[in-house]
């Protein structure tokens, strides 16, 4: 089993549509998690933290699951400008941060 | 507020040379780490160096070499590159917070082809 596995996708979503990614770890020692968006042939940019009690930043939730080791992130309201590949980054406690291939999402009109 | 920099943003080197990417990190951050990114997979972690030493290595063979400087920048070096090196080379800079907990910002990239 991967360490961090995301469904590549594309998920195709119409815009105004709610659409969720999930990711899943394999090491329940980890500690800190992210969400990164990669623009095509650019940097990932980080989205949002994950907190254990869940967060959410304008219309992105993001959860943790510790008990089936898996996060999650939610998009409401999906804009053609939220087309990306997400990322989610899990880091235990040996500092060694590490990524999922991304999910596709493109949103159109 | 200077985000990450990175340079160059592309080379082209050939089978069995060397090459040398850097990185200046975000104002305010000490901590520098690089990835490698190939295409249609998510950034692979090569090290991360802290007080300019390599605190952290992923699965990179000793070809793959650091440094870090005083004012937190930092190289990256390959020797004898191989085919397979060609990727996107990402630095990225955090503040280190002791915890383990870090926002990490990226740059954006080195976009190396080894023919």
């Known amino acids: 089993r991967k360490e961090v596995e995301q469904d590549p996708g594309p998920f195709n979503v119409p815009e105004g549509a709610t659409v969720a990614f999930n990711c899943t770890y394999s090491n329940s020692a980890s500690q800190s998690f992210f969400w990164y968006r990669q623009d095509c042939r650019k940097e ?14 304008g219309r992105f939730t993001a959860q943790l699951n510790r008990a089936s080791q898996y996060i999650s992130l939610l998009i409401r309201d999906s804009k053609l400008s939220d087309s990306a590949t997400y990322l989610c980054v899990v880091s235990g406690g040996s500092y060694i941060p590490t990524f999922g291939r991304g999910t596709s999402l493109i949103v159109h009109p | 507020d200077a985000g990450v920099t990175q340079s160059p943003t592309h ?9 040398t990417l850097r990185c200046s990190p975000k104002s305010g951050h000490d901590t520098v780490s690089w990835y490698q990114q190939a295409l249609g997979q998510g950034p692979q972690f090569i090290f991360q160096y802290y007080e300019e030493e390599e605190r952290q290595r992923g699965n990179f063979p000793d070809r793959f070499s650091g440094h870090q400087f005083p004012n937190y920048s930092s190289e990256l070096n390959v020797n004898a590159l191989l085919l397979g090196d060609s990727a996107l080379y990402l630095c990225a800079s955090s503040l280190d917070a002791g915890t383990g907990l870090y926002e990490q910002y990226f740059g954006p990239g080195t976009r190396l082809t080894v023919t």
């Open chain 2, 11 to 19: 080379l082209i080197k050939t089978r069995g040379q060397q090459v």
């Open chain 1, 44 to 57: 990932p940019k980080l989205l949002m933290s994950v907190y254990s009690s869940g967060n959410e930043d």
